[in-house]
């Protein structure tokens, strides 16, 4: 009879969780579908390039959208069974919402190594493959990373700008190119047209840039100019030794366990701290059941609409508490380990507080908080119609 109940209510949980991965990826793909639909209508880039895009982007969008989907499914399917009185049917049988927890607790689990294992394996790949394939589109597409009217910073070291820009971005007008890669001599270009091709060959861009002139300012030479007819400008796309440190964010998993000789202390913490978040995160989806059983009870007359806000709100709480906890870790305050799990503890605390009153059948006491408001707001409306 347990395997029957236990399947019964595991199968309530995927439908919810599945229409919640998908709701909230396509509300976290929103702000990149503008920029993307542009890149085929206007810069003509294939849209088979554009879904490879989208599915490179999709790992790092999973990180934050499975534990989001499988709180929804939980507060959707335990406010399904106590809606329709399933569970105070089973309580009546001599089951309590501890037996009812082992469903829910292995789907959380499950949830929490899927999102381990996007932590550590599909997000590189998806970060590596984006970069690989931004860069083939803008050798085979020059003018993707320009537009009109706008300082444009895609190239190491260099601004440009087009007043005017054809379609597919190759041929401009009012050009101005900004260069920086000699900090020695900052040169500053000004044309009147200009023509972008790509060298596939050398993975670099080329600017042929026509009547105009030079603006150099040189250590210890002064100021130079030189008016030219046609000038030719050659950018590479990928900057074989780049500047500055890597951040952490971009670091991989095996570069953040073992720092190099000689990391200063501060870089070695902040590399600690960020291997904790990364690991914690995934584990939060276990920590979102022991918070979602007792809400999805307690919500059972809510319906669905008022489920998925409350699943928001548990979500925007954990990320401002998740926000707070870095930002002390970064200065320090807290120790990496406290920093990466401490959003984790916190509310695993306060689920089980939550676990426990609703077990013993007792109110919550947000609940009791929102009935006592609800009656005081009765309260004055009938002083109000009666006056």
Not at 18 to 39: D, I, N, P, Q
Not at 55 to 65: A, D, Q
Not at 104 to 116: E, G, K
Not at 189 to 198: E, I, K, N, Q, R
Request: glycine share 8%; hydrophobic share 45%.
């Amino acid at each position: 009879m347990k395997k029957t109940l236990y399947r019964y209510i595991f199968n309530e949980i995927p439908p919810p969780f599945l229409v919640g991965m998908v709701t909230f990826t396509l509300v976290l793909l929103m702000g990149r579908f503008l920029k993307l639909a542009e890149m085929v209508v206007e810069k003509g880039v294939p849209f088979a390039d554009v879904v490879r895009m989208v599915s490179y982007l999709l790992p790092s969008f999973w990180l934050f959208t499975i534990p989001m989907a499988l709180l929804l499914s939980i507060l959707l399917a335990f406010g399904r069974l106590s809606g329709d009185s399933e569970v105070t049917a089973m309580k009546s049988c001599g089951i309590s919402l501890y037996g009812l927890f082992p469903p829910p607790l292995l789907f959380s689990v499950l949830a929490s190594l899927a999102c381990l294992w996007v932590q550590v394996y599909a997000v590189p790949w998806g970060n590596s493959s984006f970069k690989k394939l931004m860069l083939d589109i803008a050798q085979s597409s020059a003018g993707v990373s320009i537009k009109e009217k706008v300082f444009n910073n895609a190239f190491p070291d260099m601004v440009i700008y087009a007043d005017g820009l054809s379609p597919k971005g190759e041929s401009m007008t009012g050009v101005i190119v900004h260069d920086e890669r000699d900090p020695k001599a900052p040169t500053t270009v000004f044309a009147a047209t200009g023509t972008l091709f790509s060298d596939r060959r050398n993975r670099s861009m080329e600017f042929q840039l026509k009547n105009g002139s030079i603006h150099r300012n040189e250590a210890g030479a002064g100021y130079r100019m030189v008016q030219f007819q046609e000038y030719i400008l050659r950018v590479a796309l990928t900057d074989p030794a780049p500047k500055g440190p890597k951040k952490t964010s971009e670091m991989t998993m095996e570069e953040l366990r073992h720092p190099p000789a000689g990391t200063p202390k501060k870089e070695a913490r902040l590399r600690r701290q960020e291997l904790h978040s990364r690991l914690a995160l995934p584990f939060s989806c276990i920590v979102f059941t022991f918070v979602g059983v007792p809400l999805g009870i307690q919500n059972r007359r809510s319906g669905k609409a008022s489920g998925f806000s409350l699943s928001i709100a548990v979500i925007l709480c954990y990320y401002i508490v998740l926000s707070g906890f870095d930002t002390l870790g970064e200065k320090g305050i807290l120790p990496p380990v406290i920093s990466g799990w401490g959003p984790n503890l916190l509310f695993l605390l306060g689920g089980g507080y939550l676990f426990m009153k609703t077990a013993a059948e007792e109110p919550l006491p947000l609940t009791a908080l929102y009935q006592r408001v609800k009656e005081a707001v009765r309260a004055l409306t009938r002083k109000g119609a009666k006056g």
